[in-house]
C-alpha cells in the first residue's frame, strides 16, 4: 500500500469510539482557540482581501464563513475562514512538523460540515482526522519545505483539507486516495514574503482549505489523483522538501500515537520560531525593573533553523516594513516586549511597528547560533540581558509558553480566547459549545454565536 493508501484507510475507518479522551481534549482546545482567533481578526479587520474576495466569490448557498452571516460555496466559505483565521499569525503551530494545523482544518470542517448538515460529533471527529494528518504530513520532513524556500503549511495543508473534507462527504478509502493525488498538485506557498512587506503568507491557509474542499469534491465526482504522490519521484517530498523524508512519521502507529496532543497553542501573535526567545527575555526581567534606556546589550541564543525566518538581514536593522513583517522580526519584538512589558495583537498596529524608540533597542539584540537536536519550535530558549552598569541578567527556558514543553492550562486557552472576543458577555457561552461540540446537533448555533461576537459592538449585549 502507497503511503496516501495508509493515510484514507485510516481516515476512512476511524470513528469516535477510536478517539482518546485526551485527543477529543485537545480537538476541543484547538477549535476553541481558532474560532478565536478568527473572531479577533475579524474585529480587527484583518484579512479582509480575502474576505471580500471569498465573499464575491458567492456560490450556492451552502455555508457560512466563520464569523460572517452571508451563505458561500462550501469552498469560497472555507477559504474566507482560513484567510481570517491566520491573518493575525496568532493560531496554533505544530513544532515538529512547523505546520499550523488547525487553520486548514477547522475551515475545512465548518464549511463541509454546514453543506452536508454535520452533527457536532462528526464535525468533531473529521477535525480530529484531519489535524492528526496535517501534523504527520510536515513531521515527514522537518524544516524541509522550508528550507526549499515553502510554507508547509501551503504545502501539506491542501491534503489534510482534502481528508477533513472528504471524510465529511463519506468519501471511501479509494477516492480518499484520489483526493490526496489531487491535492497534491495544488501544493505550494512561497515564503518570499519574507525578503517584502507582503502579506501572502497569511494567504497560504486560504488556498489550502480551498483546495483541500475541491480536491475532495472532484474526487466524489470521479476524478482520479496519483497514489503515489508522497512518496513517488515527483511527489511532495521528492519535488517540494529540500530534507529527507520518512514516511513512516505519517503511516506509523496511526491511531496510538497522536500528534495532535502536542499542537502548541500561541501566547503571541507573531512568529511561532520568536516565541521561546521573547519567553527567555521575559523570564531575565522577570524580576527586575529594566529601562529600555538603560540596555547595552540583547544576547539572544536562536536555533539555526529560525533565524532565516525571524533574524533576516532587514530585522533589527530598520522599523519594520509593514504590521505582518513585524511579526517576523525577532530583534524589534523583542524590543517591543521589553519596552511594554507584553507582546499582544497591539503591539503589532501601525503606530506601534513606527516608534523609534523600539526600533532603537532592536538595533541592541545580537543573535548566538544555538543548534538543538530538537526541531526550532520546539528547542529551549536563552537571553543574556546586560545594562549599562554592568548588570547582566539572564533568562533560560525549556521551550516557549504554549507547547509540550511549558503547555498552556484550559484556564489560560480560555482566558485567550475571552481576550480574542473582547470579553464579549456571551463569549463564554461559545467557548462552551466548542468545547463540547459533539453535543450540537449542527453548527448553526456556533457560527450564529461567532457572528454576533464578531460584529457586535456591545451595544446590546441581550
Excluded at 127 to 150: I, N, Q, Y
Amino acid at each position: 500500500m502507497t503511503a496516501a493508501a495508509i493515510l484514507a484507510d485510516w481516515v476512512h475507518g476511524t470513528g469516535r469510539g477510536e478517539l482518546p479522551d485526551e485527543v477529543e481534549h485537545a480537538v476541543a482546545r484547538h477549535l476553541l482557540d481558532g474560532v478565536g482567533v478568527t473572531i479577533a481578526a475579524a474585529r480587527l479587520g484583518a484579512g479582509s482581501a480575502g474576505w471580500t474576495v471569498a465573499h464575491g466569490l458567492g456560490g450556492p448557498p451552502q455555508a457560512r464563513a466563520l464569523t460572517g452571516g452571508e451563505a458561500l460555496s462550501a469552498p469560497a466559505a472555507a477559504m474566507g475562514t482560513a484567510i481570517l483565521e491566520h491573518a493575525l499569525d496568532f493560531d496554533d503551530t505544530h513544532a515538529g512538523g512547523l505546520v499550523h494545523p488547525t487553520v486548514t482544518v477547522l475551515p475545512a470542517a465548518f464549511a463541509v460540515g454546514q453543506e452536508v448538515s454535520a452533527s457536532g460529533e462528526q464535525t468533531l471527529v473529521a477535525a480530529a482526522l484531519g489535524l492528526e494528518a496535517v501534523c504527520r504530513l510536515g513531521a515527514v520532513s522537518p524544516h524541509g519545505f522550508h528550507a526549499r524556500g515553502l510554507h508547509a503549511t501551503g504545502v501539506v495543508g491542501p491534503l489534510a483539507a482534502a481528508m477533513t473534507a472528504g471524510r465529511l462527504l463519506g468519501l471511501p478509502a479509494a477516492r480518499l486516495v484520489d483526493a490526496l493525488g489531487i491535492a497534491g498538485s495544488s501544493a505550494g506557498g512561497l515564503l518570499e514574503f519574507l525578503d517584502s512587506a507582503a502579506d501572502t503568507k497569511s494567504l497560504h491557509p486560504g488556498s489550502a482549505a480551498f483546495a483541500g474542499v475541491l480536491a475532495a469534491r472532484l474526487a466524489a465526482a470521479g476524478a482520479s489523483g496519483p497514489p503515489s504522490v508522497l512518496e513517488g519521484n515527483r511527489g511532495v517530498y521528492a519535488t517540494l522538501s529540500e530534507r529527507a523524508a520518512d514516511l513512516g512519521v505519517l503511516t506509523d502507529d496511526l491511531g496510538v500515537r497522536w500528534e495532535v496532543t502536542r499542537i502548541g497553542i500561541k501566547p503571541y501573535p507573531s512568529c511561532q520560531l520568536m516565541h521561546v526567545t521573547l519567553d527567555a527575555v521575559a523570564a531575565a526581567v522577570a524580576d527586575a525593573t529594566v529601562d529600555p534606556g538603560d540596555i547595552a546589550d540583547i544576547e539572544v541564543h536562536v536555533h539555526p533553523d529560525s533565524s532565516p525566518f525571524v533574524c533576516g538581514d532587514h530585522t533589527g536593522t530598520a522599523p519594520p516594513r509593514s504590521t505582518y513583517d513585524a511579526k517576523f522580526d525577532l530583534p524589534w519584538s523583542v524590543a517591543a516586549l521589553l519596552h511594554d512589558g507584553a507582546v499582544t495583537v497591539d503591539t503589532y498596529t501601525g503606530e506601534s511597528i513606527a516608534r523609534a524608540a523600539v526600533a532603537a533597542t532592536a538595533k541592541s539584540v545580537r543573535v548566538i547560533p544555538a543548534p538543538h537536536p530538537l526541531p526550532a519550535a520546539a528547542a529551549p530558549g536563552r537571553a543574556v540581558i546586560t545594562l549599562r552598569d554592568g548588570q547582566s541578567l539572564t533568562g533560560v527556558v525549556a521551550g516557549s509558553k504554549g507547547t509540550t514543553a511549558v503547555p498552556m492550562t484550559d484556564a489560560e486557552v480560555r482566558a485567550k480566547f475571552i481576550g480574542n472576543c473582547a470579553g464579549h458577555p456571551r463569549a463564554d457561552e461559545l467557548a462552551d459549545r466548542i468545547l463540547a461540540i459533539s453535543a450540537e446537533t449542527d453548527l448553526t448555533v456556533v457560527h450564529d454565536l461567532a457572528h454576533r461576537i464578531a460584529s457586535d459592538r456591545h451595544t446590546d449585549e441581550t
